[in-house]
Structure formats: C-alpha cells, structure tokens
C-alpha cells in the first residue's frame, strides 16, 4: 500500500505536535519555483501563541532533519495558525468558535449567517441575527446539513463584558 508524502509527514509529525500540547490542522507541501515550502498549521482549544509556534517549529524543524521525508532538496518549513477566518471541519474547530460568527453553507438552506452558542456531538445551536430591528432567532443545525463553515471576522462588535458594563 503506498501512502503520500503528506500521510508520512503527518504520522512523523502529529505526536510531536501532540506533545507540546497543539492539534495539527493541516499539511501542505507547495513548490514555488525551484523551492518547496512545507506548511504546518497548528492550534489548541487555548489557542497558540508566538513562544509554542516557535518551540513546534523548532521540534518539528529537529525532526525533520532526521529523516528524508521531505526528499534531498531544500525546503522551507512555515509553521502557523489557521488564522482569523478559518474553515471548520472538525468537531473541535466548531467548538473552539463558539460564540463567533459563522457563515454556514447548508445542504438544503443555502447560506446561513448566525452566531454558533453551543456545540454537541450531533449538532449546534446558533443565533441568527435579527434584520430592521428584529430579535435575533434561534435555530437548531445538524453537522450532517452543514456543507461548509467559515469564521467571519467581525470589526464592530463588542465585547461581552462592555454589553454587561
């Protein structure tokens, strides 16, 4: 059975990850002319910060020096998070984004635009806004109706403890 480079890369790395406490998202080999890149992303349910991306980074770059699954050529290794707009895929991700704004795309429903407020294992509960001075609405969402599922970056709104002050 053969087995691709980023399966190999991903067995080699993921305990280490694992280790300094961070889920591996994704792997992703480019080559960008003459060069490849190896891209690492990392998070945690706390998030990562500068000081863990750089002790993964040193760990994995260590690792990967020993062995050859990245061939003989040169290589860069990026090692980062999945940043402000992320897609969620898994479990974890959907709960990691709890209380943020999604834009979900639904199987039957189109799109739907709401605020995830709680994740179990069948499903989420989310708040849609209101529109024109509506009250916002409740809704009830299967994982096996979300086609797809993105973060959205909001720059307005406010925090909980300024909406409680």
């Known amino acids: 059975m053969s087995t691709t480079q980023s399966e190999r890369l991903r067995e080699l790395l993921d305990p280490l990850v694992s280790s300094q406490g961070l889920d591996l998202e994704e792997i992703e080999v480019e080559t960008v002319g003459r060069k490849r890149v190896l891209r690492v992303v990392v998070d945690s349910d706390e998030g990562a910060d500068l000081d863990a991306i750089a002790d993964v980074s040193r760990a994995l770059s260590a690792k990967l020096d020993e062995t050859d699954v990245m061939g003989s ?38 799109e739907l635009l709401a605020r995830i407020l709680r994740v179990e294992d069948d499903g989420l509960d989310v708040e849609v806004p209101g529109v024109k001075g509506r009250k916002p609405t409740a ?19 406010k925090d909980k403890k300024e909406e409680e002050a």
Do not use: I, M, S, W
């Open 73 to 110: 050529g040169e290589y860069t290794l990026e090692v980062g998070t999945p940043g402000a707009e992320r897609e969620l895929k898994e479990h974890r991700h959907y709960v990691r984004a709890t209380d943020r704004l999604v834009k979900f795309q639904l199987a039957e429903d189109g």
């Open 139 to 157: 809704r009830r969402l299967a994982f096996g109706d979300v086609v797809k599922a993105r973060v959205q970056v909001e720059f307005n709104r």
